[in-house]
């Protein structure tokens, strides 16, 4: 498949709380009704588009449901010209309509069942609307818009519990994308050489080309911000991860400069985010497989909260560029993250400070004597670390490990080198376990964790 260059751009005739789709490579561009906004792609297989959907609550069942739509391409293999009449084609067709429908079922799941079909014109060319049930008995419905061209399908697929089916929801969105649909002259995608951009124009061209409405580009020396929140809260984001990006330098110098210019998207709510494939818990991550920091604007709710989390995830893009793509074992990755969520501002730049999201956390599990003996939490997987029964504990404890050593009165002088110890062997042999062992060589762990636990219990 082609890749695709899909662009969300705005009417200037239409609403403002309405979002045009336009696909400048397959030609066709429609409005998506209002409160259905445009969401980024993230490179998966038939997908040029998608959208975030209202939020309903089915009053029955008391179970929320957030809508959701996507536009799909099925690009078909073109093997020459047929030479074997009208049954050929018709074949070619139904082996092409087998397809996408495969596919869309698929995406749909083993519980879907085909409810309704409508034959219908689609700005001149035929088409067909489909009504697919789907999810635990039947809870989720699809209207599907299907168009099947001589080089490709389309599929514009729009979701909602199936009790606002009988809202006649489905029809109003119906109504307004087939009004709006209309196809134009495709001009292909862009004949770009990634290869021969620099690591910013790469980032930047990447960037534009899935740039939905709504969304734009805040530019800093050091990274690119993707964001669809307020101007004014986008530039205290680039702002701080200027400032922060400076205490992690001083702290972790570079021995190479950086070639990769750091991706960072904030999106404007919690839907947004969660629609881009935000974890249902999280508040922000690290994508190291799309090269960037994801994030939603919370200041509304509690803007110390927002940045906090915004100097941890910066955190492990930089240690996983400085350590040429590798990240470290947990406790020093989330430790330091949280290290730098704690960070203050003072006099222009950032210095070190407590992370009050961790004290009492900490505190509680020394007093119940919850917390992971030392030499296991040292050698923990991200999957042990993160694993939901301890995952509180594991965050808390990292944190007032990095704590420990870097702001705690350190018994022996030896236990000042094992942060530095740890990272310089991790970069020299790309090895986490023998980077582990070189930094605790010589520690005697069990005095190592005492002295912690009596730093820790007055956090």
């Known amino acids: 498949m082609h890749s695709i260059l899909a662009t969300l751009l ?13 696909s400048k490579e397959y030609g066709f561009r429609f409005v998506s009704p209002e409160d259905w906004t445009g969401v980024p792609l993230r490179g998966e297989r038939y997908v040029v588009g998608r959208f975030n959907g209202p939020d309903f609550r089915d009053p029955k069942t008391r179970m929320g449901v957030s809508g959701s739509a996507e536009v799909l391409v099925f690009e078909k293999a073109i093997s020459g010209p047929s030479t074997g ?51 635990p008995e039947g809870m989720l419905t699809s209207w ?117 210019v750091s991706k960072v998207r904030i999106f404007a709510n919690r839907d947004d985010y969660h629609a881009y494939g935000g974890p249902p818990s999280s508040a922000g991550f690290w994508s190291p497989g799309h090269e960037e920091l994801v994030m939603f604007d919370n200041t509304a709710q509690d803007k110390n909260d927002t940045f906090a989390v915004l100097r941890h995830e910066a955190f492990h893009q930089y240690i996983y560029y400085r350590c040429g793509e590798l990240s470290p074992h947990s406790w020093f990755n989330e430790g330091y993250g949280d290290y730098f969520s704690g960070a203050k501002y003072r006099g222009g730049s950032f210095g070190p ?17 919850t917390v992971i003996p030392m030499k296991d939490i040292l050698a923990y997987t991200q999957r042990q670390y993160y694993e939901p029964k301890v995952a509180s504990i594991c965050y808390a404890q990292g944190w007032s490990i990095v704590y420990f050593l870097r702001e ?52």
């Open 10 to 22: 705005l009417l200037a005739a239409a609403p403002s709380d309405v979002t045009r789709f336009e």
């Open 144 to 260: 599907c818009l299907v168009v099947e061209r001589e080089r490709y399908d389309v599929v514009v697929r729009y979701t909602l519990p199936t009790y606002r089916i009988e809202k006649r929801d489905d029809r109003a969105i119906a109504a307004i994308v087939l009004k709006t649909f209309e196809w134009f002259e495709p001009e292909g995608a862009a004949d770009v050489d990634l290869s021969q951009l620099s690591p910013r124009e790469r980032t930047l061209h990447l960037a534009k080309s899935n740039l939905p409405d709504g969304y734009f580009l805040h530019e800093t020396d050091r990274y690119v911000v993707i964001s669809n929140t307020s101007k004014k809260i986008t530039a205290e984001v680039a702002f701080q991860l200027e400032k922060i990006r400076d205490l992690y330098e001083k702290i972790f110098p570079l021995e190479e400069p950086i070639e990769a």
């Open 408 to 459: 705690g009165r350190l018994k022996h002088k030896e236990w000042d080198d094992i942060l530095d110890k740890y990272l310089t062997k991790l970069v020299e042999t790309r090895d986490r376990d023998q980077a582990l062992a070189h930094a605790f060589e010589g520690v005697d762990i069990d005095e190592f964790e005492a002295e912690w636990k009596r730093f820790a219990g007055k956090l």
């Open 353 to 369: 400070g407590k992370f009050l999201w961790r004290t009492p956390v900490i505190r509680k599990a020394l007093q119940e004597d």
């Open 85 to 135: 009449g009208s049954d050929e084609k018709s074949e070619q067709k139904s082996a092409s309509a087998a397809s996408w429908e495969t596919a869309l079922k698929a995406r749909l799941g083993e519980e879907t069942e085909e409810k309704h079909r409508r034959a219908v014109k689609v700005d001149g060319e035929n088409g067909e609307q489909i009504w697919y049930e789907h999810g």
